[in-house]
């Protein structure tokens, strides 16, 4: 995977009436081999021509929104529903009216207002330490607070989305007050101090700096598939523990990928059959198998070594609650002094 660092600008931009018609252009946060690997396989299927703008999410929706009537933004992909929401928030989205886009959708994954379209999932974990943690030892986000974790857990930093979205979901579950007790004893209870990405924390592991990490599930099929001994040996130096998974708690937060098409979009069909097209079972196969997220269909199974971590309960909460609580977990982490 090759994270794009810099704005580059990719639209072919051209006048004939063949390349308004068979043309769609994304505004795209996600980063991965796997989605040119999925634009070439619907250009080769559709004829369809998919131009793609990356850049991160706050630049895209300024782009959206500065570019107004005249964006030839069809389609908005974030890795991140506070995103999603947050275009929704701005009036840079229309609804898809579609309800065939959503065919086999696990329902709970769905945005309730119309505006979006998940694409993959993935959870936030806790990974642990095989040779200094016991699994019996965890239990919950919250348990993450208990004093005896004092100097042995390791996490990315607070602007990062995915922690960014955790905390939202703490809000929406738990209240603004038993939320920022928690962050701030959860801070207390930090290795070090937040740096580097959900590899490196895992990674940290592996050398004896913490003992247990915050990271996105898929991270760990990255490195256990990866070419470079020292990610493999992170790998398999931790193992993965869903939270909240007992008997009456609530399941493991979870956050999407999702695909939303733009208030202005010129390409307004070609849009849609794209949509229709990376969440049929095919693509979502090609998903799974190379990036380790979730199929966002129950009927498509995760990649091996996904499969190998068992199955696990998921949080209920509608997901635009990452979005519409976010303002409030920045806040805490402010307070609590989460760098």
Known sequence: MKKIVSLSFLFIIGCSEIQDEMIVNIYSQRHYDVDQLQYDNFEKETGI????????????????????????????????????????DMGLLQKYEDNSLTDGITESLLDKNGYWVPITYRSRIIVYSNERVQENELTTYEGLADSKWKGRILVRSSSNSYNQALLSS????????????????????????????????????????????????????????????????????????????????????????????????????????????????????TYVNNTFEYSVKPNIEPNQIVKGWGSFKIDPLDLNMLGQKR????????TAGWK
Do not use: C
């Open 170 to 285: 703490l809000v929406a579950n738990l209240g603004e007050e038993d939320t920022q007790s928690w962050t701030n004893a959860l801070v207390s209870n930090f290795a070090r101090d937040p740096k580097g990405n959900d590899r490196d924390q895992v990674k940290a592991i592996a050398a004896g700096q913490g003992d247990i990490a915050i990271v996105n599930s898929y991270y760990i099929g990255l490195l256990l598939s990866s070419e470079n001994e020292e990610e493999i040996n992170a790998g398999k130096a931790i193992s993965v523990f869903f939270p909240n998974q007992a008997e009456g708690e609530r399941g493991s937060h979870i956050n999407v990928s999702g695909i939303a098409l733009a208030k202005n979009s010129p390409n307004k069909s070609n849009a849609l059959k794209l949509i229709k097209y990376l969440t049929s079972d095919d693509a979502q196969k």
């Open 327 to 334: 303002k409030t977990a920045v806040s805490i982490f402010d």
């Open 49 to 88: 021509k998919v131009n793609v703008l990356k850049s991160n999410a706050d630049e895209l929706l300024q782009r959206m929104k500065n570019e107004g009537e005249s964006s030839p933004a069809d389609l908005f992909i974030t890795v991140d529903v506070g995103k999603l929401w947050q275009a929704t």
